[in-house]
Structures are given as structure tokens and as C-alpha cells.
């Protein structure tokens, strides 16, 4: 079982839904990083958190710490908001590393 | 500011064939990682550094080596490339006080071995 597990896999929605993708972890964690992958390939460090909420324009970032579980959660989507969307835990430890989730495919329809 | 930069953005190689990734930074950032990202499997690690002259092993660093002469740039290198090397390639580097700050990638190298 991986320490990080994003769902869903994939997700299609129209424009203008609340998206939500979730990320569990299994471990300790100091803190969790959201990226989004774009359809080019770059990637893009979204959010770190370690714990309550974070906004940016229309993406919000949760994290509940004891529950070890965070959602990535879009408002008004709009379709250049397809993107892979990756979520990271930094392992707490002596030698913090980060271990990644699988990605969630998002497209999003006009 | 270039930000992460990556050379080249395509190889295609011979199976034990070597090469050089290239990757640089102007952010004088301390902190830089190489990933590797294959179908169906999550970012890995591969080598990191936290400043130059200082490197370590990630996830999966056999068949690589790096080096960081300077804070700028990170390459690494692959020793006798294989089949199983074929994946996309991204460097990237941290800002901030920890080495796993907010990263900021390069756009990647996609590198098939044949």
C-alpha cells in the first residue's frame, strides 16, 4: 500500500462545478505539498500546509491532521483548470523526504 | 529570473550508452532534487542536495550519479543507460529554510533508452 493515496484517479466535470480531490496518508507527516501538472508537463507547487486551510484565488487547500487526510478543492472550475493534480507528503524523520501521490487526472468540459 | 532550467528536453539513447541531465537554477536556492516520473507511479526521488558539495541518495538512485560543484547547477549523470531508464526527468529546487520547501521544477527531460 502506498503512504500516500490520491482518489479519485480521474475525474470529468463541467465548468463551473466544486471540485474536490482528496489525498490520505498513512504515516507522520511535517507537512503536505499540492502541485499541478500541466497538460505540457510542467509542474507547479500550488500549496505546502501543515495544517488548517489555505486559499488561493479559486483553489483552497484543507488538511486534518489527526485524520491524516487533505483535500484540494476548486471553485468555479474552468477548463484551464485540466491538470494533473499531485499531492506530496513530507515524511516526518531524521531525513524528511517527500513521497508522492499517483495524481489525479482533472478535465474539466466547457 | 530563468528559474529552473533543464537541457535537453528529449534524448534518445542506446542501451549503455551515458549522458549528462543538465540543470540550473538562478534562485540561489540551496536545496535541489531530481525526480523521475513514470506512467501509473508517483514522483521518485532519485539524488537531492542540500548545498554544493553536499549530495545524497533518494528513492532510487542506482544507474545514477550527481554532483553540485556549485549552488547553481545539479546534474546528473547516467552511468550505462537502460531500457528501464526510459522516463520523464524533472529537477527541481526548494526554497526557503528546509530542503523540502516549496519546490520549484524545471520542465523536464524526457529520455528514451533503446
Known amino acids: 500500500k502506498n503512504e500516500v493515496e490520491q482518489s479519485p484517479q480521474n475525474l470529468t466535470a463541467q465548468e463551473g462545478e466544486f471540485i474536490t480531490i482528496n489525498c490520505s496518508y498513512s504515516?507522520?507527516?511535517?507537512?503536505l505539498h499540492w502541485l499541478q501538472q500541466h497538460p505540457g508537463g510542467g509542474i507547479v507547487s500550488l500549496f505546502m500546509l501543515s495544517s488548517g486551510k489555505k486559499k488561493h484565488g479559486r483553489l483552497i487547500a484543507t488538511i486534518n491532521i489527526q485524520e491524516k487526510h487533505s483535500s484540494l478543492h476548486i471553485t468555479a472550475s474552468h477548463p484551464r483548470d485540466s491538470a494533473v493534480y499531485i499531492c506530496a507528503a513530507r515524511i516526518q524523520g531524521g531525513s524528511e523526504k517527500l513521497v508522492f501521490g499517483k495524481g489525479t487526472k482533472l478535465t474539466v468540459n466547457p | 529570473n530563468a528559474g529552473v532550467t533543464q537541457t535537453p528536453k528529449f534524448q534518445v539513447l542506446k542501451t549503455g550508452q551515458s549522458m549528462t541531465l543538465q540543470c540550473a537554477q538562478d534562485?540561489?536556492?540551496?536545496?535541489m532534487s531530481w525526480y523521475r516520473q513514470d506512467p501509473g507511479m508517483g514522483l521518485r526521488l532519485i539524488h537531492y542536495?542540500?548545498?554544493?558539495?553536499?549530495?545524497d541518495q533518494g528513492e532510487v538512485p542506482n544507474g545514477y550519479n550527481v554532483s553540485r560543484s556549485t549552488t547553481e547547477d545539479f546534474p546528473l549523470r547516467l552511468l550505462s543507460a537502460a531500457p528501464s531508464q526510459t522516463s520523464v526527468y524533472f529537477c527541481?529546487?526548494?526554497?526557503?529554510?528546509?530542503?523540502?520547501?516549496?519546490?520549484?521544477f524545471g520542465p523536464g527531460t524526457r529520455l528514451l533508452v533503446l
Open positions: 542536495s542540500v548545498g554544493a558539495g553536499i549530495t
Open positions: 504515516v507522520g507527516i511535517s507537512a
Open positions: 534562485m540561489n536556492h540551496e536545496y
Open positions: 527541481a529546487s526548494s526554497s526557503g529554510a528546509g530542503q523540502w520547501e516549496t519546490q520549484y
